[in-house]
């Protein structure tokens, strides 16, 4: 089950930051854990378990939440305004991959949402993160 409330606190200092590092096309501090969150078997370290989401049914209730939802769809429009740019030159390594796993993640949960299946096509040639696929039943 989703803990927003998780989610919530660790995004309320830093928001202000997040939109304006994403406007200006480059992720300078850390917050990609629970601003763009991936699939829990997917983490290594300490953070990316703790704001790691279990599944699809996680995911959904991220989208669904009237803040969370919000935010993730404006940080991904906020990614995709920066046409001329990767997604390393946007997110630096090793996070443009962790975008990828957010975007295959979300873009299976929101079936008929293509706002994250346009950042794949976007940044990786519409190819989804594959331990994304392989770790969803």
Known sequence: ?????????????????????LRAGR??????????????????SQM?????????AEARAYLAHPVLGERL????????GHPGKSAHEIMGSPDDLKLRSCMTLFA??????????????Q???GKPCELTVQALP
Do not use: N
């Open 27 to 44: 992720k300078a501090s850390h917050w990609m854990w629970f601003v763009f969150p991936q699939l829990k078997v997917l983490g290594r």
């Open 48 to 56: 990316a378990i703790r704001y790691g989401l279990s599944d699809l």
């Open 108 to 121: 299976l949960a929101a079936h008929e949402e293509t706002l994250f299946q346009s950042v794949l096509d």
């Open 123 to 125: 940044f990786y040639g």
């Open 73 to 80: 769809r404006q940080c991904t429009l906020l990614v995709k």
């Open 1 to 21: 089950m989703l803990d927003a409330d998780l989610f919530l606190q660790a995004q309320a200092p830093c928001m202000d930051a997040v939109y304006a590092e």
